[in-house]
């Protein structure tokens, strides 16, 4: 046993380059894991900043000289962020809290909708007793009344609760201006801490870099786009909660093939409540439908052609157990974060003595 250990270890971790890439790798998940929380504006500010730079460098690209194009970047950040806080948030609280006063109503109807079925389709009646489905609906509403309640009662728990949010607001942005400002000299200073031999580590980092810095900047452009189209499509239509409903259909972009399935049930669920099976509830189904077939076919092939190379069970895999470890951060980063680790197995040197001394042995003359 302690053999196999020592082949497995001379294998894999033989040359030092191999420890220094294995210890940067798990310093920085310790960090995340163990002040993830206390790092949260650090750590968000970087994701931003890094997400920007590359509107900087596309401007510099068209000649224009580097703090101008820093303070266009910024500028036009600064001003998507008071329109989230002081137009967009403001409206979503409204709906969302109008959609949970409503629930309950909504919850009556449906339980009348429910009982009638035994009556039309009496097979269901020999698989369900009307004391179980009773017992599920109220289960259901006592499930709703609870998490409102405690939305309501506390949606901030307490003034330092507030106080936190206003200094993470402060802070944020000046920390997304510092790190484009000084992009150099932070890269630079970090560099000093690092080992001068380090040609894994840079190597991974530039299979890496171009595809996350991609992926990132693409999937907030996905969600934007989703977002607005559905929130024009369901005003059209006069879908009730429209911006609240499209919110959460951009959101969903961001768990591959999971979130289109699941955002489908409030869509059908208040259109069901405010046409009934009808034209309407059809026409808007069928229209969310269409949206996510061009967002499917056509939208991410050309934001994400090349990007992205994992099978579909690699990034669901990676979406449940990145997702488990940070919630939504961790589901919005799973596929870079798959991403980086397939580039560090391809990358990983390993040592076969064995494989090399019988290539040895076959190439020497009989």
């Known amino acids: 046993?302690?053999?196999?250990?020592?082949?497995?270890?001379?294998?894999?971790?033989s040359d030092p380059q191999v420890v220094i890439l294995a210890l940067f790798i798990i310093f920085g998940f310790a960090i995340v894991l163990l002040a993830g929380d206390l790092l949260a504006p650090l750590i968000a500010s970087v994701v931003i900043a890094y997400v920007l730079d590359g509107g900087v460098e596309m401007l510099r690209r068209g000649k224009i000289p580097r703090f101008l194009a820093l303070g266009l970047v910024f500028f036009v950040f600064i001003a998507t962020l008071l329109?989230?806080?002081?137009?967009?948030?403001?409206?979503?609280?409204q709906q969302f809290t109008q959609l949970f006063r409503e629930l309950p109503n909504m919850i009556t109807q449906g339980q009348d909708l429910i009982m009638q079925l035994p009556d039309r389709y009496p097979s269901i009646a020999e698989i369900f007793t009307e004391e179980q489905i009773k017992e599920l609906i109220w289960s259901i509403r006592s499930q709703i009344i609870s998490i409102g309640h405690n939305l309501f009662?506390?949606?901030?728990e307490s003034v330092v609760g507030l106080i936190t949010i206003m200094v993470y607001l402060i802070l944020v942005p000046l920390l997304v201006f510092f790190f484009l400002?000084?992009?150099?000299?932070?890269?630079?200073?970090?560099?000093?801490?690092?080992?001068?031999?380090?040609?894994?580590?840079?190597?991974?980092?530039?299979?890496?870099?171009?595809k996350i810095a991609s992926y990132i900047r693409g999937k907030f452009l996905e969600v934007f786009l989703i977002w607005s189209i559905t929130y024009v499509t369901?005003?059209?239509?006069g879908l009730q909660y429209a911006m609240l409903l499209s919110f959460l259909v951009g959101i969903s972009v961001i768990i591959p093939y999971v979130g289109a399935a699941v955002v489908t049930i409030p869509i059908a669920f208040v259109a069901y409540f405010q046409w009934g099976i009808?034209?309407?509830?059809?026409?808007v189904l069928i229209a969310y439908a269409v949206i996510q077939f061009l967002d499917g076919n056509i939208l991410v092939p050309l934001l994400f052609s090349e990007v992205v190379s994992l099978h579909p069970?690699?990034?669901?895999?990676?979406?449940?157990?990145?997702?488990?470890?940070?919630?939504?951060?961790?589901?919005?980063?799973?596929?870079?974060?798959?991403?980086?680790?397939?580039?560090v197995i391809k990358a990983w040197p390993t040592t076969n003595n064995n494989i090399d001394n019988k290539q040895e042995q076959e190439v020497e003359p009989a």
């Open 181 to 210: 400002k000084d992009k150099e000299k932070v890269l630079n200073w970090l560099e000093g801490f690092l080992p001068a031999n380090r040609e894994l580590t840079n190597e991974v980092w530039f299979e890496v870099n171009q």
């Open 234 to 237: 369901f005003v059209f239509f």
């Open 313 to 343: 069970a690699a990034i669901i895999s990676a979406v449940i157990v990145f997702g488990g470890i940070w919630g939504l951060w961790g589901v919005f980063f799973a596929i870079p974060l798959a991403t980086l680790v397939n580039a």
């Open 1 to 13: 046993m302690i053999g196999y250990i020592r082949n497995w270890y001379q294998r894999h971790f």
């Open 153 to 156: 009662s506390q949606p901030l």
């Open 83 to 93: 329109i989230i806080i002081f137009a967009l948030l403001p409206k979503l609280s």
């Open 278 to 283: 009808g034209p309407e509830f059809a026409y």
